[in-house]
């Protein structure tokens, strides 16, 4: 046999009502778990994903520059005349960067700067 309307109405709203109760418990139960998770992983600490990421970052940047020669100084120097350049590149540079740790330990800074302080040093003050 198969189920009726109503028994289809009924178990539509049995199964509504048991994920709007799993979503309501699920809601802030997982916000304080994301924002547990972005508390112990922002900070600049060593063995976290943050300070790994700081030490040495994952992309490597390219710059590039063009140079632009004017063939004719004199003329434009003397007569005013239009001038004419020649492009010169593009020349590209492959830039690499590391960091090195902070020593958390400054007084002076500290003071000064007490939130840019906390952010980097975290629970190591």
């Known amino acids: 046999m198969g189920c009726d309307l109503n028994c289809g109405l009924i178990t539509g709203a049995i199964i509504g009502a048991v994920l ?3 979503g309501g418990i699920l809601m802030p139960v997982g916000d304080l778990l994301i924002e547990k998770t972005i508390k112990r992983e922002v900070v600049l600490e060593e063995g976290t994903i943050a300070f790994k990421n700081w030490v040495k970052t994952g992309t490597t940047v390219y710059r590039q520059f063009w140079i ?8 434009v120097a003397k007569n005013s005349s239009k001038i004419k350049v020649k492009q010169r590149g593009p020349y590209t540079y492959r830039s690499e ?4 740790p902070i020593n958390c330990y400054n007084k002076w800074m500290e003071q000064t700067l007490p939130g840019y302080f906390k952010l980097l ?4 003050i």
């Open 20 to 22: 709007a109760v799993f």
């Open 97 to 100: 960067t590391t960091v090195t």
């Open 68 to 75: 632009f020669d004017v063939q004719n100084p004199e003329e």
């Open 121 to 124: 040093c975290g629970n190591q």
